[in-house]
């Protein structure tokens, strides 16, 4: 009795020593499990108070201060983010791994100055390149500047109407000290019918914000032309023109999602009357390096229409002569029904430099009728000394000594040839 009793008590023994080692292993196992369960991040900031932290803060921006190269910002990962798995990149980079982001629950509310405390640098953000894109357009103004207007245009298909939003004007010319500025709005070629905005007292920047509509059907949109006139209230309450803009229509994509804006300096409007047979205006620039001679047409004035028909068109013909030997000629397009068509239209011809002095551009202003016979309206030659004189010489000129620069003037149609 006494062996068995020795026994049943070895055995239950035995059962409690190997489940206090059990437990003891299971601990012990639990605790090497949460202590292997996190990775070191590599320079993690040796702070624990608030005081250490604006200390670091405070070094960091004196460093960048002193130096003008590196203006990067550290980026900074919260003690709540500690707990998520990181990749190493670089020295000075880590990302996280792509997993289900959550959240380490606190308790109790936390400080901002506890919640800084014990975090990572994980990288630095370089503010440069989160800066957007410097808007010159109201600050490079070019030399004799009368000043600068912003609009909007827009197209809907479905009713057929030009909506046109007058946004701003900036760097007004008043002939006076104080400036009350107005604007009319034409769609060309119709000059007889406007559109006004309100008065703007006393400034030199007048911002309007208004909308205007305009009917005109898809087809006869891009024959149209948009003409801005800004105008200047006296005491006396006379009007004074400070400056127009003229924008064709034909070279934009006018669609209900694609709404533009747009800016242009003003221009001054030609007060000479027209001449005889009317006006052309264009610009010339010559590129030396490309040997290239440029033609922008950009418009007509007082053109005498031998019939007053919507039919009518009205085009420029340019050619490129050497030593009055037709070289190469380009037209513009045929715009309907007016006196004043606007074209911006531009043309390039090769020419060497040394052809300069033998070579000459002859402008014809055509009108098309509806039995293809073609009536010329007028015509103007500029070139060297040898061909021309006056204005077309001078413009000829002009051209030669700023190279690359495009120069506008106003010359006289005449029917010589």
């Known amino acids: 009795t006494e062996q068995a009793v020795a026994v049943a008590g070895g055995i239950i023994g035995g059962i409690l020593l190997f489940v206090l080692l059990g437990i003891t292993a299971y601990l012990l196992w ?36 002193s130096t003008s190269r590196s203006r990067s910002v550290p980026f900074i990962i919260p003690p709540t983010l500690h707990g998520q798995d990181w990749i190493h990149l670089t ?6 791994e792509d997993r289900d982001p959550f959240m380490t629950p606190q308790s109790g ?57 007058l946004i701003k004007v900036r760097k007004l010319q008043p002939p006076a000290d104080s400036c009350s500025p107005f604007v009319k709005i034409y769609l060309l070629p119709d000059e007889r019918s406007y559109l006004q905005s309100k ?13 205007f509509v305009f009917q005109v059907s898809s087809k006869m949109l891009l024959q149209r ?40 300096d003003l221009e001054k409007e030609n007060l000479e009357p027209p001449s005889e047979h009317g006006d052309i ?17 950009l418009r007509a004035r007082g053109l005498k229409l031998q019939e007053e028909s919507p039919a009518v068109g009205v ?47 002859s402008l014809s202003v055509l009108q098309s009728n ?22 077309e010489l001078e413009h000829w000129n002009e051209m030669i000594s700023k190279p690359k620069e495009l120069v506008k003037r106003w010359h006289a149609l005449c029917h010589s040839t």
Not at 30 to 43: A, D, G, M, P, V
Not at 140 to 158: H, K, M, N, V
Not at 199 to 208: A, D, E, H, V
Not at 370 to 388: N, Q
Request: charged share 25%; with cysteine.
């Open 315 to 361: 085009y420029v013909k340019v050619s490129l002569m050497n030593h009055n030997k037709f070289i190469k000629s380009k037209k513009t397009a045929a715009l309907l029904g007016t006196p004043n068509p606007v074209y911006n239209e531009t043309f390039s011809f090769k020419t060497d430099q040394t052809e300069l002095d033998t070579a000459s551009l």
């Open 91 to 96: 020295n000075e980079e880590q990302v996280q």
């Open 225 to 264: 032309t948009l003409k801005f006139l800004v105008y200047h209230v006296d005491k006396q309450k006379k009007h004074h023109l400070l400056g127009q803009v003229i924008f064709p229509l034909k070279n934009e994509a006018l669609t209900e999602d694609n709404k533009l804006v747009i800016w242009r």
């Open 199 to 211: 008065t703007k007292r006393k400034t030199l920047n007048p911002q309007f914000d208004e909308n």
């Open 30 to 65: 639990k605790k090497i499990c949460r202590l292997f369960s996190y990775e070191k991040l590599i320079n993690p900031v040796k702070t624990t108070n608030a005081n250490a932290i604006f200390q670091d803060q405070t070094n960091s921006e004196i460093h960048l201060k």
């Open 109 to 165: 509310p936390r400080s901002s100055f506890h919640s800084l405390a014990g975090a990572y640098v994980v990288g630095t953000i370089n503010p440069d390149l989160y800066k957007f894109p410097e808007d010159k357009s109201e600050t490079d103004f070019p030399a004799g500047s009368i000043g600068r207007l912003w609009f909007s245009i827009e197209y809907e298909q479905e009713s057929e109407r030009l909506l046109v939003s």
């Open 370 to 391: 509806k039995g293809e016979k073609t009536l010329l309206l007028g015509r103007v030659v500029v070139g060297p000394f040898m061909y021309t004189r006056g204005r």
């Open 281 to 297: 205006q264009f610009s010339l620039s010559y590129n030396d390096y490309l040997g290239r001679l440029t033609v922008v047409v």
